[in-house]
Structure formats: structure tokens, C-alpha cells
């Protein structure tokens, strides 16, 4: 296991993050039934198994399972007797938590709220890394900004970030907190998949510029690249892609990855589930990869993926046959800069 700087901080998190969406078991909990619903014996075999395996980073959110994997979590931990300083947890706050019309969102007063109770499902006294879950399109950035320093200076929260905002809006926060002196976002939570590498058009520069960290969730595409699919595969197996179809996917260009990732995968013994998460692990820009596992199986198959190193001809196949389609202005950005770039004297 690799680990890598949380950001610009000093902080290290290991290359591979233990998602919690899988945990749960609340039969009102909508969609999260259909993701995962592991009681507390499999949550903690879950976790054992990824600590073993050198994980430190573990992410969560008030929303999953309606709380359910917070306390899960928070249990397992307590269950495995893994001291606090050994783990990174990370929690988001946005998400619709009850009825209230101020019971979602990013605004002072639901981000107060909000974190108050995750620590209490978690059953700890601090954060280390509090997430805005989404775009919130009411509240002023300035008023999020200024809750989120208010609980890292109360020692409530160590560091934060941001998952799913827009790479302008990014950049105009990190604005405001330099200028106001505020703690700035050290991460960015971003679907990213080599069936879906949008993020690369305008977030991975900012994020090369501004040293944010890049934590991948979905980098299967909801399952879409476990090899369950597509060219090759014998049956579908039981998979969330079955009753929840999300995140889209150009399914063209998801098959052609498919077929690509399990040749490869069979010349290395690996599935395409690994080649997949390889590809990402080898990417600089990822910090982490996040993953989540119904079974120990899928987490030992999918932990595997950190010794799957790829070849300089097979990430050049994989990036070839991945690539996106041209959009401006990035194809007039490349004309242009051309002009711009010294070039050697013989």
C-alpha cells in the first residue's frame, strides 16, 4: 500500500480509501437498499480486512443509509479495537437528513447541525476530513466557508473538502479563503472511471494547480467495468447497475474499454475489476481510490489492484481507446498552443 499527501497537507492517506456506501440495513433507506445493507458483523469484517491490508483512509456520509453507515462504522472501529490516530475519517454533510426545509444543504446552520451528529454516530471527537457532499446553488460561498474554518478552529474538524462542485466554483472558494484567511478545501470527491474521464477536461487542471487531492468514487461506474458486463462476460451477476443505473455511461465506449481492460487482464491473471482500478492507481493526479465491497472476496480481488502495475504500452492502450471525444474550447486550446511552447535548439 502507497500513501499520499492529503492535498497540500501534511497528512497521508493510503492510495486505496474504504468506502462505506455498503453499509447499512435500514429498510427505509430508498436507494442505499439497493447499494448495500452489511449489518455489523460484515461491516466489521469489512474493515478488519482493509486495515490489515494497510487502509487508513475510510470515507462515509450523514446521508448513507440515512446514518446507518456512520454507525456502523464508528462501531466497527470501536468492535476492532483500531486506536482513533491510526484511521482517517472522512465524512460529507449536504444531503437531505429529515423533513425540514433546512434539514439539507450547505448553509451555517444544517453544517452545524450536521456535523454535531456525525460525530456522535461515529463516536469520536473530530473529523479528520469534512466533505460539502454537493453543489449547493442557495447558500453564499463565503457562508459555507466560514462555518467549515469556525469547526476546524473549534477542533472539531482537522481538514476539508469538497466532492461533485463545479471546477469554477473550486477556484472561486479557494479564492475567498486566501483572501479571507480561511481554511482552504485540501480535497476534491469526483466521479472518475476510465469509462468516464470527464473530470480531465477542467478539474484535473485546477487540481494540478491548486494541489488538491482526488479522491475517485465510482471507479467502476457503479459496476458497470467489474467484468459482470460487456464484451466477454458469461451472466450478470447480482449488481447494483441491476436496479440502480447510475452514474451514466456512454455504453460504446464503456465496451471497448471493457474488452481492452480483460485482455490485459488475462495476460496479468488479474480481472477487469483490477486492471480498471489500476489504471487509476497509476494516474498522478489520483490521490485515492475509493472502494466498496459487499463481500471479502470483491475487497481482496479489488485491494489487489495496488500491485497491478501496468505497462507503458498497456496505459497507452487503455488511454487510447478511453479518450475523449474533442469539445471546445480544449481542441482550439491545443491548436493554439503550439505557438507558445520553446522549441529545442539542435
Known amino acids: 500500500m502507497k500513501y499520499k499527501q492529503l492535498g497540500r497537507s501534511g497528512l497521508y492517506v493510503s492510495e ?3 468506502g462505506t456506501m455498503t453499509f447499512g440495513g435500514n429498510p427505509e433507506a430508498g436507494m442505499w437498499k439497493a447499494i448495500g445493507q452489511l449489518p455489523q458483523k460484515e461491516v466489521d469484517a469489512i474493515i478488519g480486512r482493509a486495515v490489515q491490508a494497510g487502509v487508513n483512509f475510510i470515507d462515509t456520509a450523514d446521508v448513507y443509509s440515512f446514518g446507518e453507515s ?4 464508528g462501531q466497527a472501529l470501536k468492535n476492532l479495537g483500531i486506536a482513533r490516530k491510526d484511521v482517517v475519517i472522512a465524512t460529507k454533510v449536504y444531503g437531505e437528513m429529515g423533513p425540514g426545509p433546512n ?14 451528529r456525525s460525530l456522535d454516530r461515529l463516536g469520536t471527537d473530530y473529523i479528520d476530513l469534512y466533505q460539502i457532499h454537493a453543489n449547493d446553488p442557495v447558500t453564499p460561498l463565503e457562508e459555507t466557508l466560514r462555518a467549515l474554518d469556525d469547526l476546524v ?15 469554477w466554483k ?3 472558494a479557494l479564492g475567498i479563503a486566501e483572501a479571507k484567511n480561511y481554511t482552504r478545501f485540501e480535497t476534491l470527491q469526483a466521479y472518475y472511471a476510465i469509462a468516464g474521464r470527464d473530470l480531465e477536461r477542467e478539474l484535473v487542471p485546477l487540481m494540478n494547480e491548486e494541489k488538491l ?7 467502476l461506474a457503479g459496476g458497470l467495468l467489474s467484468g459482470k458486463y460487456g464484451p466477454g462476460a458469461h451472466q450478470i451477476i447480482d449488481s447494483r447497475r441491476v436496479t440502480f443505473d447510475f452514474p451514466p455511461v456512454e455504453l460504446d465506449r464503456a465496451w471497448k474499454c471493457v474488452a481492452a481492460m480483460r485482455e490485459i487482464g488475462q495476460a496479468h491473471g488479474a480481472s477487469v475489476a483490477r486492471v480498471a482500478l489500476a489504471w487509476l492507481l497509476a494516474k498522478p493526479h ?3 481510490v475509493i472502494i466498496g465491497a459487499k463481500t471479502i472476496k470483491q475487497l481482496d480481488d479489488n485491494l489487489a489492484a495496488v500491485g497491478l502495475v501496468l505497462s507503458e504500452a498497456e496505459m497507452a492502450r487503455l488511454d487510447a481507446v478511453s479518450a475523449l471525444p474533442p469539445e471546445y474550447p480544449g481542441w482550439m486550446l491545443e491548436r493554439q498552443v503550439s505557438g507558445r511552447v520553446p522549441k529545442p535548439h539542435c
Not at 70 to 73: C, G, M, N, Q, S
Not at 213 to 219: I, R
Open 16 to 18: 486505496i480509501c474504504l
Open 70 to 73: 456512520e454507525k456502523l462504522t
Open 103 to 116: 434539514d439539507r444543504g450547505a448553509s451555517r446552520g444544517h453544517i452545524m447541525d450536521g456535523v454535531k
Open 153 to 167: 478552529r473549534q477542533g472539531l474538524v482537522r481538514y476539508i473538502g469538497i466532492s461533485n462542485w463545479q471546477a
Open 170 to 172: 473550486i477556484a472561486k
Open 213 to 219: 487531492g482526488l479522491m475517485v468514487w465510482s471507479p
Open 286 to 288: 489520483v490521490m485515492s
